[in-house]
């Protein structure tokens, strides 16, 4: 069983970028598919970006390609996602997320949840 904290959301202007945090504690991360969803204001929850538990693996959303990196630590039980040329239509709430397949996008293909942090992009 795993138990995610997510950090690192904040307000920033479009065309910034920010880096938000994942931190697990339980057993085996290193055995889990990570994930981070976002969730905006009367929207549903959606895939931003995953990688396989060994690393060897990544899947974007195709409104982030090219301007977000997931990645993660296995030593330290972190993932992390570097979001660059942020846009007011990332704003959401951001989900670290675990327990899917490799190819997983959708959230009941997850068994265990960050509480979510907030990103807001003005404009």
């Known amino acids: 069983q795993l138990q995610l904290v997510e950090t690192g959301g904040a307000l920033v202007q479009a065309g910034g970028s920010l880096t938000l945090r994942c931190v697990a504690s339980?057993?085996?991360?290193?055995?889990?598919?990570m994930a981070w969803f976002r969730q905006a204001a009367g929207k549903e929850r959606e895939f931003v970006a995953l990688?396989?538990?060994?690393?060897?693996?990544?899947g974007y959303a195709e409104s982030v390609r090219g301007r977000f990196t997931i990645s993660r630590d296995n030593a330290k039980n972190t993932m992390a996602l570097q979001m660059n040329k942020l846009q007011p239509e990332d704003t959401a709430v951001y989900y670290c997320?675990?327990?899917?397949?490799?190819?997983?996008?959708?959230?009941?293909?997850?068994?265990?949840w960050g509480q979510g942090t907030q990103v807001t992009v003005s404009s």
């Open positions: 339980g057993r085996a991360f290193n055995t889990y598919s």
């Open positions: 990688i396989s538990g060994r690393g060897g693996n990544l």
């Open positions: 997320a675990a327990g899917g397949l490799a190819k997983a996008r959708t959230p009941g293909e997850f068994d265990y």
